[in-house]
Each structure stands twice: as C-alpha cells, then as structure tokens.
C-alpha cells in the first residue's frame, strides 16, 4: 500500500520569508514517482513537479526548490521569498511505476499555506 | 500542454436527481481516466479508474451502482452521479492519462479543473 504523510496542516507566513512544507511517503515499490501540486481556492489543481524514484537530484525553479532524499522517503517543498500569490493548499503525491496498469495518483492530506502581506 | 476539461465547472440539484459529469481530453488521447472526490478542507481520494472501452475499476467503499462512470472513447468519460443526496455534495476533479507509445510523448496525467456538486 501508498501513503503520503504531509504533516504540516497549515502553515502562515509573512511575505518575504521562506517555507518548506514537508512530505513523507511510504510504498513497497522499488520505483516510483513524486509529485507536487498547488490548489488555489478556484479549487484546479496546478502541476509543480514530478519526480522518479531513481532521480535524486534535487531541482530549482525559480523560487520553488525540492528535496528528494530516498533514505528517509521525503520529497520536501521548499518556497523562497514566499508572496501573497503563493496561498494555496499544497499537495504532495505519489503514484506506482510506470509498468502496472493503474497509474492513479496517492495523495497525501495537504498544507494550506497563508502568506500574509 | 494537455489539457482536461470538465463540464459542468458547478452544479446544483435537488436530492434524487441524477447528475452526469463530463471529462474530455482536449488535444490527446486518454487510455485511462481517473475520477476523484474531495470533501471541503480534505484530500482528494480515487473513486475509480476508467478505462476506455471497459468497465471502470471502483475503489473499496464506493458504489459503482451510485456512481456510473462510461468510458465510450479515448477523449472521453463520465461520472454519473444517481439518486444523489446531500452527503454527495463534493468536488469531483478527473485525470486523463496520455497515451503513451507515440514519440516523443511522455506517460502523464492531467486534471481537469473539477466539477463542484452541491445537492440540496
């Protein structure tokens, strides 16, 4: 079985500062994927990241940075300089390999994210 | 990029009506569907997988006799919601999976903008 553990249920911040919201998976599968999805309040899932189980390095884009660390099954999600436009709730995912027929997508609780002005 | 659509955006109905919910995969083909539901402040969880051309694989606890879903061709499914009540109220949000094996295309999904229920 997958599960997704996103502990943080609700994070405030004052803009300019950097969060990371924080993601723990747990699944029996050797290989996998990773993703990260922001919900604004329109309620449409926005697409951040996706990453393979066998790609370690960790990613940059823009403002957003992720840290993938296999040994301790995290995926953490890192904004830097936050602003008002980042309030949302976060969701991280998980989904099974590539090669099984079911490819839907395990998501975990969510972290809903204030960034004060 | 893909894109997902859902109609209708939002709907409101009486209980004991049924409502049908479209999902269409606009600029490609979609092998499998996905339908999930999300209660306010919750997660989203899988209903079901849809596959095109089959019956659709139900998830533990939910009732395919209560949720139809039809698959009738690689751009489209359905979700039928019959007999709905209050507690049906939800937002329900589908992903459409690529079709893989054409070059150059990576297996991904892609969710449409969800379709909020609210039935009085």
């Known amino acids: 079985a997958q599960k997704v553990t996103q502990a943080q249920t609700e994070i405030s911040v004052v803009e300019k500062e950097d969060v990371t919201l924080d993601c723990v998976y747990e699944?029996?599968?050797?290989?996998?994927?990773l993703f990260w999805y922001k919900q604004p309040p329109s309620g449409e899932l926005v697409f951040l990241i996706r990453?393979?189980?066998?790609?370690?390095q960790n990613e940059i884009s823009g403002r957003y940075s992720w840290n993938f660390q296999k040994s301790t099954s995290s995926f953490n999600f890192t904004i830097t300089a936050s602003q008002v436009v980042d309030s949302a709730v976060y969701f991280c995912?998980?989904?099974?390999?590539?090669?099984?027929?079911?490819?839907?997508?395990?998501f975990g609780s969510g972290t809903r994210l204030q960034v004060q002005p | 990029g893909a894109v997902v659509s859902q109609h209708p955006s939002r709907v409101i109905c009486k209980s004991g009506t049924s409502v049908k919910i479209e999902c269409r995969s606009l600029d490609f083909q979609a092998t499998t569907m996905f339908w999930y539901r999300q209660f306010p402040k919750q997660s989203l969880m899988l209903m079901a997988t849809s596959n095109e051309g089959s019956k659709a694989t139900y998830e533990q606890g939910v009732e395919k006799d209560k949720f139809l879903i039809n698959h009738a061709s690689l751009t489209l499914s359905t979700l039928t919601v019959t007999s709905a009540h209050p507690e049906d109220s939800s937002f329900y949000i589908c992903?459409?999976?690529?079709?893989?094996?054409?070059?150059?295309?990576?297996?991904?999904?892609?969710f449409g903008p969800g379709t909020r229920l609210t039935v009085l």
């Open positions: 992903s459409a999976r690529q079709y893989p094996g054409l070059a150059g295309i990576t297996d991904t999904q892609y």
């Open positions: 990453r393979n189980s066998f790609d370690e």
């Open positions: 995912a998980l989904s099974p390999p590539v090669d099984t027929g079911r490819r839907a997508l395990t």
């Open positions: 699944t029996r599968d050797t290989t996998y994927y």
